[in-house]
């Protein structure tokens, strides 16, 4: 037994090995595009520009942003919360299909629900069409929303965004203590008593987690705002990047849609305060739940039914009616050139993403110290940063690497490459991994995890190094979490739409870029097509998602 232990290679120092350094590196790649939009914040040369945005538009900017996040955050919230409440802790017709179904809104982005419903409800639209031709009126003789509007944007982004908060305030329903609820039912507690009083405020972390990442989506989306003419922080940047060519403007821009960010993190952060949500009873064991029927029952299923339509069924259905019937008239070569386009940024985006996700993990699991977890959390901020924002950080730095690069090439050969990272996708797969690397990294951190220390003293014991160990004992049980933080990048990618219009080299086009083109220029039915090919393609990571809902409630009734 001695010498068997005296064998045993000593754990890792922690200091600088190759793979912390790699590390290194990777976090310092992803926090360039935020130090450089810093950096150009008091650049020179916006003078007149900047005084122009300030006079003209800029308090524009700040009200819509600021209503559209109180708009979202509050529809979020209550979507989100009564559905997750509705489904925990009663049991009426249809609970079991809601709760896997409610999660799938999350597949349609926000730019494409906005198309849906816009040329459903517009005036010549079907709804409008029906409603004069059944009643007899004139344009003059009735009053109709605009969807195209502040308000409709806070309903695109609340029947989207709203899944956010229901897996997190569901998960918290579940986790916490049964006992509590059977205490104030003792106390003479209503159920609505028990929802505010006990539930709510223990599932307070949650709801705001869930509201915070809606809102980070609010403010980080373009292509909705940008179509429904509501002037935000996203398409000022825009604006300011492509029409005025005034990148230090765009910069600074991005720098006050960063600050709402920040402000968004601050304020879920401090809407804890000091109280701690700990669960002490050891009772997690769900109830059977609340016996719903006539008016009760009914009134639940439509509560549950209306938010899945709104946000999935209806626009699903209408994309697949205008794809039928009408489609894009360019279906064929030019859609498959559109798809092979998307499926290739996002899957070397994913493939990146996932090793580059295994090597900070892998690296902080060996260190004893503490930098290469900070590392891994400055990593994470990415996810946290608009893509209009991350876009303009990266153009900035890359556009004078490729200058250099081209002069330095042309110096030495005689000829110029032309640009060789803004050229091609190189730049544009740089911007999508300092987006979505957290996703992926918090997947393999997780599971990670979960694997028990002792394997890793046992591989050694074995003689392998870490290398081996990574190899022949990780990766084999990070398998299905590799899948899973794969697929996670792949979809999001496929929906990105601000990085993309921006970063995208000439003449090369997605089908997140086409679907808005077309939408753009009102030719909605040919939108259809490759927004319906989105759309089908966010169900995958949904149907995993779902899984692990029904796998829980399982894990918790044991």
């Not at 559209?68 to 079991?96: E, K, N, Y």
């Not at 980070?216 to 029409?243: N, Q």
Request: aromatic letters at 10%; glycine letters at 8%.
């Amino acid at each position: 037994m001695h010498t068997a232990l005296a064998t045993i290679p000593p754990r890792p120092a922690a200091g600088l090995t190759p793979l912390a350094l790699a590390a290194l590196a990777i976090a310092a790649l992803a926090a360039v595009p935020i130090l450089s939009v810093w950096t150009n914040l008091f650049a020179g040369g916006t003078g007149e520009t900047w005084a122009h945005l300030a006079a003209t538009v800029l308090p524009e900017y700040v009200a819509n942003t600021f209503w559209l996040c109180v708009g979202v955050g509050a529809g979020v919230i209550v979507v989100g919360v009564s559905t997750a409440w509705l489904v925990t802790m009663h049991d009426f017709p249809g609970r079991r299909f809601f709760e896997w179904a409610l999660v799938l809104p999350l597949a349609v982005p926000a730019y494409v629900m906005a198309y849906t419903y816009t040329d459903l409800l517009q005036f010549v639209g079907p709804l409008q069409t029906w409603l004069r031709e059944s009643f007899g009126w004139r344009k003059a003789d009735y009053w109709f929303p605009d969807v195209r509007s502040l308000g409709g944007a806070v309903a695109m982004f609340t029947f989207v965004l709203y899944p956010y908060v229901y897996l997190l305030a569901r998960t918290a329903f579940l986790e916490r203590a049964t006992g509590m609820l059977e205490v104030g039912r003792s106390l003479g507690l209503s159920a609505w008593g028990s929802f505010f009083r006990i539930s709510l405020p223990l599932a307070r972390p949650a709801v705001a987690a869930g509201a915070a990442l809606a809102l980070m989506e609010t403010l980080a989306d373009y292509g909705t705002v940008a179509y429904f003419a509501v002037p935000t922080f996203t398409t000022g940047i825009y604006r300011a990047w492509f029409s005025l060519g005034d990148r230090a403007a765009a910069a600074q821009l991005s720098a006050a849609l960063l600050g709402f960010v920040i402000l968004v993190l601050l304020l879920e952060r401090m809407s804890r305060g000091r109280a701690r949500f700990h669960n002490t009873t050891g009772r997690n064991k769900p109830s059977a739940g609340l016996r719903l029927a006539g008016a009760r029952a009914a009134a639940a299923m439509l509560a549950c039914s209306l938010p899945l339509f709104a946000g999935f069924l209806l626009p699903a259905g209408v994309l697949l009616e205008m794809a039928l019937t009408e489609g894009d008239a360019q279906f064929g070569a030019r859609f498959l050139q559109l798809a092979g386009n998307s499926f290739t940024l996002a899957a070397v985006t994913a493939l990146l993403g996932v090793a580059l996700a295994v090597a900070l993990a892998y690296s902080a699991r060996l260190s004893r110290a503490r930098w290469p977890h900070g590392l891994n959390r400055v990593v994470g901020l990415g996810y946290a940063v608009p893509g209009s924002v991350i876009a303009v950080g990266v153009l900035i730095p890359v556009t004078r690497l490729d200058n250099w690069l081209a002069d330095a090439v042309a110096a030495w050969t005689g000829s110029s490459p032309g640009l060789i990272l803004t050229g091609g996708i190189a730049a544009l797969v740089y911007a999508y991994l300092v987006r979505f690397l957290s996703l992926s990294l918090q997947t393999v951190e997780a599971s990670l995890g979960k694997i028990t220390p002792s394997m890793d003293d046992a591989a050694r014991s074995l003689g392998s190094g870490q290398a081996a160990t990574l190899r022949r004992v990780h990766l084999p049980l990070l398998r299905g979490s590799l899948l899973t933080a794969g697929l996670l990048v792949f979809v999001d990618v496929m929906k990105e739409l601000p990085a993309t219009l921006v970063m995208r080299p000439f003449n090369f086009d997605t089908l997140a870029t086409q679907a808005y083109t077309l939408a753009s220029d009102e030719r909605l039915a040919e939108a259809s097509t490759a927004a319906l090919a989105i759309v089908a393609v966010g169900i995958l990571p949904l149907i995993a998602v779902s899984r692990q809902i029904a796998s829980g409630k399982s894990a918790q009734a044991c």
